[in-house]
């Protein structure tokens, strides 16, 4: 079992910043890769941005040049840095840990941060 627990998350004002953090515990094997997804209540869980082992990253159109996934290895962490926040960014943010566990592949998500930018 892996246990994700993000923190962070709060109320900005538009054009702030917030920085999200994972941090990953339990058995952790291979790391394939972690990201950062959003949901609305009621709606179907989306990306914001992914970070592989390797390191190569890719981002939602609505949150390039704005948003940073980055990580540290040692602490088994994931980091979000929102800059240039917009009401639409608004969302309950989740980390997601994807990990192979011998010839299994298993998926984990954290319980979710609420982010909510005024205007």
């Known amino acids: 079992q892996v246990q994700l627990v993000e923190s962070g998350g709060g109320l900005v004002q538009a054009g702030g910043s917030l920085r999200l953090s994972c941090a990953a515990s339990g058995s952790i094997f291979s790391i394939n890769a972690m990201g950062w997804y959003r949901q609305a209540p009621g709606k179907q869980r989306e990306l914001v941005a992914t970070i592989t082992s390797s390191g190569s990253t890719n981002y939602a159109d609505h949150v390039k040049g704005r948003f940073t996934i980055s990580r540290d290895n040692a602490k088994n962490s994931l980091y979000l840095q929102m800059n240039s926040l917009k009401p639409e960014d608004t969302f309950v943010y989740y980390c997601?840990?994807?990990?192979?566990?011998?010839?299994?592949?298993?998926?984990?998500w954290g319980q979710g941060t609420q982010v909510t930018v005024s205007s």
């Open positions: 997601k840990l994807d990990q192979t566990e011998g010839r299994l592949r298993r998926i984990y």
